[in-house]
């Protein structure tokens, strides 16, 4: 006896009644009983799972950006000037920067344990909130502590950091502000002028006037300007975190122009139209003593980040200008005795002294040009007095630090104890 069982073909999900009967060897027999079965049909794929990974999806990608628009913005720029007993200038230099179009709300202040009226004049300028004062901590950590304070890394996108004997030209901040791009640039620096003042002040004006125009706007295009002047430089305020205020050199900005090169933090601007006008020294001895603490610092820079050893182009910016010097050393100490001993003829003393005294001319005729000072061609007379100082207190300084290693103690000094003087209006003249 065989039983078979017969399903008919019906639609998805009706009924069917299966058909059951037992088959003998003689005959079949009449079905037994009915089954009552419901029969499947393949299903249609769902979309229901794309539409719930689409939404994940879209639900990641929107929340960080709705985060982002609801976070309030960071302003642009704040104006930070650390000071150590500055009370004959420090009114002037806020004001100077609130009519350069900086909102004194954006202006703070730093006093590094002054002993004269710093403080109190910053604060009747700017209100107590917006002036800290620290115990005794040298420019640079006396920074650091104030960026900390003001919560600068969180509220704004720049940071500039300036002198407190600094004078802004009347746009300075405007100008700065519109030049500033956080998507292409770590540093941006500006311009910085001399103040008039006596024949120390025009040598200055001289030499910076130069170097500006020529080497720094060479320097610029290749990427590699060799130092951040303290008075006009301003960094994006999210490279902070990795920069070391903390440094032991004598110059802490020549020290961090050399962090942002050595790691690479991105490119550098130069606003040669926003003019900072600050002061020089007054006297011979104090003239020298601020030469010297900037040639110890270079040195302590240059043998700190081991310039020189590396292929980097701040390596080939100051190699340039230390083969600069050297190479005027050797015509005048080398070359020029070398061929009048071959010759027997001393008239080329006259002739070499000659070409550098026109040479050196014209640089003043172009500089009293181009800063509007009619009084650059008088600084010639001094000028090979000064220059000549400056090389050798360049030459004594490499000696002290790379021969005799000196200076290598913690240094939390200014440089500027005693230099600082009222302003008159012959001084402020160029920046009305």
């Known amino acids: 006896m065989r039983e078979t069982t017969r399903t008919p073909v019906v639609p998805r999900g009706q009924a069917a009644y299966v058909h059951r009967s037992v ?13 009552r079965r419901t029969v499947e049909q393949p299903r249609k794929r769902s979309v229901r799972p794309a539409i719930a990974l689409l ?20 302003k642009k720029l704040a104006l930070l000037l650390p000071g150590h007993n500055e009370e004959l200038i420090i009114a002037t230099t806020i004001k100077s920067a609130i009519a350069a179009g900086q909102d004194k709300r954006d202006i703070f202040v730093v006093d590094d344990n002054s002993n004269d009226q710093t403080r109190a004049i910053a604060i009747s300028l ?9 115990e005794r901590s040298g420019k640079a950590l006396a920074v650091k502590k104030a960026i900390k304070q003001f919560n600068i890394e969180r509220d704004y996108q720049w940071l500039h950091v300036a002198d407190a004997d600094s004078v802004f030209s009347s746009d300075y901040f405007r100008v700065y502000s519109s030049k500033l791009d956080h998507e292409k640039y770590a540093v941006a620096v500006g311009f910085v002028q001399s103040m008039r003042g006596n024949w120390i002040s025009t040598y200055r004006a001289l030499t910076y006037t130069f170097s500006q125009h020529f080497n720094r706007r060479i320097q610029a295009k290749l990427g590699m300007i060799s130092v951040f002047p303290g008075p006009i430089t301003c960094f994006r305020t999210d490279l902070l975190s990795k920069l070391d205020f903390e440094a032991q050199t004598l110059t802490e900005d020549f020290d961090i122009t050399l962090q942002v090169h050595r790691q690479k933090l991105g490119d550098i601007l130069f606003i040669p139209k926003a003019i900072n006008y600050t002061q020089d020294p007054q006297t011979l001895e104090d003239f020298c003593k601020q030469t010297q ?13 081991r310039i020189g050893l590396s292929n980097q182009r701040i390596d080939i910016s100051l190699g340039f200008q230390m083969l600069q010097t050297a190479f005027f050393m050797a015509q005048v100490l080398i070359l020029l005795p070398l061929v009048i001993w071959l010759t027997h003829d001393f008239m080329y003393i006259p002739v070499a ?5 026109i040479l050196n001319s014209i640089i003043a005729l172009w500089a009293s040009v181009a800063i509007r000072r009619w009084n650059m061609l008088g600084a010639l007379p001094y000028f090979y007095f000064l220059r000549w100082l400056e090389i050798g207190i360049y030459l004594w300084s490499a000696f002290e ?19 600082r003087y009222a302003l008159n209006s012959a001084a402020l003249q160029d920046i009305a």
């Open 126 to 134: 700017l209100g107590k909130h917006n002036v800290l004062s620290v």
């Open 55 to 74: 939404q994940t999806v879209v639900q990641a990608v929107a929340q960080p950006v709705a985060q982002r628009l609801k976070k309030p913005s960071r």
């Open 401 to 419: 630090i790379l021969v005799l290693h000196r200076f290598q103690e913690e240094i939390k000094g200014w440089g500027t104890e005693g230099r």
């Open 293 to 305: 603490r900037w040639q110890r610092g270079f040195f302590q820079g240059v043998k700190k980040y």
């Open 353 to 357: 002294i000659t070409v550098d005294f």
């Open 23 to 35: 088959t003998t060897s003689q005959s079949t027999v009449a079905p037994i009983h009915y089954t």
